[in-house]
C-alpha cells in the first residue's frame, strides 16, 4: 500500500513539474519570442500605476500573443483567473442542462440568461488581457468588448435577482420599472467604461475609475436591491439560498475594494509586476462571486418557484429574454460609437508625428 502511494505522488510530482516547465519549453520552442519590456516602453495609457515591468511588446505577430498565454508576464494571472472561471461556469452549465429545462420551461431562462452572460464576460475579459497589448487600436476594441460583457452580466444578474429572489412586497413597487432600469444602467455602465478609457488621451487615470466605478455601482445597487432586501428581512427560516446569497455579497465587496484602489501595488512599488495585482485579486473574488450567484440563483430556481410562477406571467421571461438582446445590441453599438472616436484620436496622433 505504501508503495503504491508513494508511486502515486511521485507521477503527481513528476507532473507538477512538467506544468512548471511548460513555459521554459515554449520559450526554447520558439526562441524569437521577445521578453518583457519596461512600462516606459509602452503607451502610457497601457501602464498600470506601480507596476514598472512584465509589460510586452507592441506590434508583435497574433501567434506571440497567443502563445504569451504560457509565458510569464504582468497579465497572464489576469488572463488564466477568467480562462478557468470560464471554464468552470462551462461545467456548471452542463451541470444545470441535466436538471433544468431550459428548453421547455420559461421560468428558466432567467438562470440561463445569467449564466450565459456569466461566459461572455469571462471570455471577453481573458480576451482582452490576451491580445489587447498588441497595439492602440487593439488595445481599446479589446477592451471595449470587455465592457460590453461586463454590462451583459449586470443584465443576467439584475433579471435572476429581479425573478427568483425579489418578495411580493418589492415587487410590487418595481413591476414594470425594474428590468427597464437595469437595462438603461448596464448600457450607462457600458458607456462609462468606454468613455474612461477613451478618456486616457487627455485626463489623468483617477477620471478613468471614476467614470468606470460610479456607473457600475449604481448598476449593482439597483441590481441587487432585491436580495439586499431579502437578506435584511432573513429571519431564521430555512432558506438554502441565504448563505450564497451572502457569499456573493462578500466577495463583491471584494471585488469593488481591489477594482478601485491598487493596494497592493501602493505597498510593495515594484514587486507586483508579475503576481500580487490588485487587479488580480478582482478577478479572483469577481469569479467566486459570480460562482455563488449562479448556484444561489439555482437554489432559488428549485426552491421558490410557487411564488415566481405567482408573481411574473408566463411571458414575462420572453420578455426579458429579448431586453437582455436589446441591451445587448445597445450596448455593442456604444462600443462601436465610441471605437469611432478612438480610431480618430489614433490617426490624428499617428499623423502629427
Given at each position: 500500500?505504501?508503495?503504491?502511494?508513494?508511486?502515486?505522488?511521485?507521477?503527481?510530482?513528476?507532473?507538477?513539474?512538467?506544468?512548471?516547465?511548460?513555459?521554459?519549453?515554449?520559450?526554447?520552442?520558439?526562441?524569437?519570442?521577445?521578453?518583457?519590456?519596461?512600462?516606459?516602453?509602452?503607451?502610457?495609457?497601457?501602464?498600470?500605476?506601480?507596476?514598472?515591468?512584465?509589460?510586452?511588446?507592441?506590434?508583435?505577430?497574433?501567434?506571440?500573443?497567443?502563445?504569451?498565454?504560457?509565458?510569464?508576464?504582468?497579465?497572464?494571472?489576469?488572463?488564466?483567473?477568467?480562462?478557468?472561471?470560464?471554464?468552470?461556469?462551462?461545467?456548471?452549465?452542463?451541470?444545470?442542462?441535466?436538471?433544468?429545462?431550459?428548453?421547455?420551461?420559461?421560468?428558466?431562462?432567467?438562470?440561463?440568461?445569467?449564466?450565459?452572460?456569466?461566459?461572455?464576460?469571462?471570455?471577453?475579459?481573458?480576451?482582452?488581457?490576451?491580445?489587447?497589448?498588441?497595439?492602440?487600436?487593439?488595445?481599446?476594441?479589446?477592451?471595449?468588448?470587455?465592457?460590453?460583457?461586463?454590462?451583459?452580466?449586470?443584465?443576467?444578474?439584475?433579471?435572476?435577482?429581479?425573478?427568483?429572489?425579489?418578495?411580493?412586497?418589492?415587487?410590487?413597487?418595481?413591476?414594470?420599472?425594474?428590468?427597464?432600469?437595469?437595462?438603461?444602467?448596464?448600457?450607462?455602465?457600458?458607456?462609462?467604461?468606454?468613455?474612461?478609457?477613451?478618456?486616457?488621451?487627455?485626463?489623468?487615470?483617477?477620471?478613468?475609475?471614476?467614470?468606470?466605478?460610479?456607473?457600475?455601482?449604481?448598476?449593482?445597487?439597483?441590481?441587487?436591491?432585491?436580495?439586499?432586501?431579502?437578506?435584511?428581512?432573513?429571519?431564521?427560516?430555512?432558506?438554502?439560498?441565504?448563505?450564497?446569497?451572502?457569499?456573493?455579497?462578500?466577495?463583491?465587496?471584494?471585488?469593488?475594494?481591489?477594482?478601485?484602489?491598487?493596494?497592493?501595488?501602493?505597498?510593495?512599488?515594484?514587486r507586483c509586476n508579475f503576481v500580487g495585482q490588485s487587479h488580480q485579486m478582482f478577478h479572483v473574488f469577481l469569479s467566486c462571486c459570480t460562482l455563488c450567484q449562479i448556484h444561489a440563483s439555482h437554489l432559488d430556481y428549485a426552491a421558490r418557484r410557487e411564488l415566481y410562477?405567482?408573481?411574473?406571467?408566463?411571458?414575462?421571461?420572453?420578455?426579458?429574454?429579448?431586453?437582455?438582446?436589446?441591451?445587448?445590441?445597445?450596448?455593442?453599438?456604444?462600443?462601436?460609437?465610441?471605437?469611432?472616436?478612438?480610431?480618430?484620436?489614433?490617426?490624428?496622433?499617428?499623423?502629427?508625428?
Open positions: 500500500m505504501a508503495t503504491i502511494v508513494m508511486e502515486s505522488i511521485g507521477r503527481v510530482f513528476i507532473s507538477l513539474q512538467q506544468i512548471r516547465g511548460l513555459p521554459r519549453m515554449l520559450t526554447e520552442a520558439a526562441p524569437s519570442m521577445p521578453g518583457t519590456v519596461r512600462d516606459a516602453d509602452v503607451p502610457y495609457y497601457f501602464r498600470e500605476r506601480y507596476v514598472c515591468g512584465g509589460y510586452r511588446p507592441l506590434h508583435q505577430n497574433w501567434r506571440y500573443y497567443f502563445l504569451s498565454l504560457f509565458q510569464r508576464h504582468n497579465e497572464t494571472v489576469n488572463v488564466w483567473t477568467h480562462l478557468l472561471a470560464f471554464l468552470v461556469i462551462l461545467v456548471k452549465l452542463r451541470q444545470l442542462a441535466e436538471s433544468v429545462d431550459f428548453a421547455g420551461d420559461p421560468h428558466s431562462w432567467p438562470l440561463l440568461i445569467l449564466v450565459v452572460s456569466s461566459l461572455t464576460y469571462s471570455a471577453f475579459s481573458a480576451a482582452a488581457h490576451l491580445l489587447g497589448g498588441k497595439s492602440e487600436l487593439c488595445h481599446y476594441v479589446f477592451y471595449f468588448l470587455d465592457y460590453v460583457g461586463v454590462a451583459q452580466y449586470q443584465y443576467g444578474s439584475a433579471v435572476v435577482h429581479f425573478y427568483y429572489a425579489v418578495d411580493e412586497g418589492l415587487h410590487g413597487h418595481v413591476r414594470g420599472v425594474f428590468m427597464p432600469a437595469a437595462a438603461a444602467l448596464s448600457c450607462l455602465s457600458c458607456l462609462g467604461c468606454c468613455y474612461g478609457k477613451y478618456c486616457n488621451h487627455s485626463l489623468p487615470p483617477w477620471v478613468r475609475k471614476l467614470c468606470q466605478v460610479v456607473p457600475s455601482a449604481m448598476a449593482y445597487a439597483w441590481d441587487s436591491s432585491p436580495v439586499a432586501k431579502r437578506l435584511a428581512s432573513w429571519g431564521a427560516a430555512d432558506d438554502p439560498a441565504i448563505a450564497f446569497h451572502f457569499g456573493q455579497f462578500a466577495f463583491f465587496l471584494g471585488c469593488s475594494v481591489f477594482f478601485t484602489f491598487p493596494l497592493l501595488e501602493r505597498c510593495f512599488p515594484g410562477s405567482r408573481l411574473h406571467g408566463s411571458g414575462e421571461a420572453g420578455a426579458f429574454a429579448g431586453l437582455y438582446a436589446a441591451t445587448l445590441a445597445a450596448c455593442a453599438l456604444i462600443a462601436a460609437v465610441m471605437l469611432g472616436r478612438v480610431k480618430r484620436v489614433l490617426d490624428a496622433d499617428a499623423k502629427s508625428k
